[in-house]
């Protein structure tokens, strides 16, 4: 059983406050969706949970151990991250690209290229087809799909992606979401998701973690978090329900 802890932690960059006394889990079998509105904190506090970043005060924990003192090649086996900007890579195939998450096990050429965790997450991204194609001529959203491709490529027991459904066709998005979905039910993976679509968020989070201002505002439960008050407060929208589900359908008045 995996666990990811943030306890307590803050962040201050360039003299603000952007993270502030923010305690969160995941463990294995659940997704844990994080919302709020631009700019409440979300992609920072990612990369704490990531190790990328180490908050001014509390820790990070993941079994236990402090994340601010375990070796980083560890570190890269046991989390795997997307993050929220695509960069464009250089004039390599998708496969080639792909199989750059096996470095995390120190595995490159022809070992990484041919890995079955390689062909096997082209697959499950609907990337297959496309992976001798140059991967610096894709979509943004192929793009999108191929860096989280690479993250599944890693097979770490936690996954954190920033926004891994932002550019993709409701298809793929929901594709991408079911994914998740069973990397946490089935294969136990712990797995975090920035979210903007409260739809996709509500459907297939276990849990919602809502932040605003830098700080934890609410979470729990999808239909507790998404209590069309509190989402109206925090994103000063109006909602329409189709079932539980809310769809953002005006601003505040
Ligand atoms: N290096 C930095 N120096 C100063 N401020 C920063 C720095 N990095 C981030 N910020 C600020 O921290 C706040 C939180 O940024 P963050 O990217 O975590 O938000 P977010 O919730 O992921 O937003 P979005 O939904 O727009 O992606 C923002 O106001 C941002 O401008």
């Known amino acids: 059983m995996t666990c990811l802890l943030a306890s307590d932690v803050s962040l201050s960059l360039g003299g603000r406050h952007i993270l502030r006394s923010v305690t ?3 463990q294995s079998g659940a997704v844990v969706g994080l ?16 190790g990328l970043k180490v908050p001014d005060t509390g820790c990070l924990l993941l079994d236990d151990q402090n994340l601010a003192s375990v070796p980083a090649h ?23 690209v792909a199989a750059l998450g096996r470095l995390a096990h120190g595995e490159s050429g022809s070992v990484a290229f041919h890995h079955p965790k390689v062909t096997e997450a082209l697959e499950q991204t609907g990337l297959l087809q496309s992976a001798d194609r140059p991967a610096h001529r894709l979509s943004g959203g192929e793009l999108a799909r191929l860096s989280l491709c690479r993250m599944l490529c890693v ?21 991408v979401m079911s994914l998740f979905q ?3 039910h089935q294969d136990g993976k712990a797995v975090v998701v920035v979210l903007h679509d409260l739809a996709l968020a509500a459907r297939f989070c276990d849990q919602l973690v809502l932040m605003q201002d830098g700080a934890i505002r609410a979470h ?9 008050t509190l989402v109206r407060d925090v994103y000063q929208v109006t909602t329409r329900r189709i079932g539980t589900i809310p769809v953002p359908w005006d601003l505040c008045p």
């Open 24 to 26: 969160m889990s995941v």
């Open 74 to 96: 560890w570190r890269a086996r046991q989390i795997a991250f997307m993050p929220q900007e695509i960069v464009r890579p250089p004039p390599m195939s998708v496969r080639h």
């Open 35 to 50: 919302i709020g509105p631009n700019g409440a904190g979300k992609s920072s506090l990612l990369r704490l949970l990531a």
């Open 182 to 184: 069973k990397a946490a």
């Open 220 to 228: 729990g439960l999808p239909e507790d978090v998404l209590a069309e």
């Open 155 to 175: 097979d770490a027991p936690v996954l954190l992606a920033d926004e891994p459904v932002a550019a993709l066709d409701p298809a793929h998005a929901l594709m």
